[in-house]
């Protein structure tokens, strides 16, 4: 009986010891982890965040409204009088249908439209997710972790 009992104390001090041994190992090494949501952790070149758009570099070749798989965005123009200038009606873009695949960023000749590194994306009101208008510079101003 004993002998039980001393062999569970030297178990539990030794479990104890294992214990310690993994904190002091790691005591003065650099986290791995990062003090989120203060600190955020910038994402790769190659991610695929909110799509985005430069306006001005758009030349309305309707490209990446073909290639969308899912519809989720939609353009509008007006040809001007001059029958050569085009201007830009509407350019929104539905993040719920959005699959994120970077197919529009891929077949852009001009690099108007891209895929930005947002990744804290909520909203409040459903109909701000459904319709956001890529022509606002202000388009993701209200969306947690937005920059423009
Ligand atoms: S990332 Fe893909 S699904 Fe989303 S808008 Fe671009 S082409 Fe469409
Ligand atoms: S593919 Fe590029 S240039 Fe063509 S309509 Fe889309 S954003 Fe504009």
């Not at 004993?2 to 214990?19: E, W």
């Not at 002091?24 to 991610?47: D, S």
């Not at 001007?80 to 197919?103: H, S, V």
């Not at 891209?114 to 101003?141: A, G, T």
Request: hydrophobic content about 35%.
């Amino acid at each position: 009986m004993l002998f039980i009992y001393i062999k569970r104390i030297f178990i539990g001090f030794y479990s104890l010891l294992k214990g310690f041994k993994v904190t002091f190992k790691n005591l003065l090494k650099k986290p791995v982890t990062l003090n989120y949501p203060v600190v955020k952790q910038p994402m790769k070149e190659r991610f695929r965040g909110m799509v985005d758009l430069y306006p001005d570099k758009c030349v309305i070749c309707y490209q990446c409204i073909k290639i969308c798989p899912t519809a989720a965005l939609d353009l509008g123009h007006k040809t001007l009088e001059d029958n050569k200038t085009k201007n830009i009606t509407k350019f929104t873009f539905n993040a719920e249908l959005c699959c994120f695949c970077g197919l529009c960023d891929e077949i852009c000749p001009t690099e108007a439209i891209f895929l930005n590194q947002m990744y804290e994306v909520s909203y409040f009101d459903h109909k701000d997710l459904i319709k956001i208008d890529l022509m606002s510079p202000e388009k993701y101003k209200n969306v947690d972790g937005g920059t423009s």
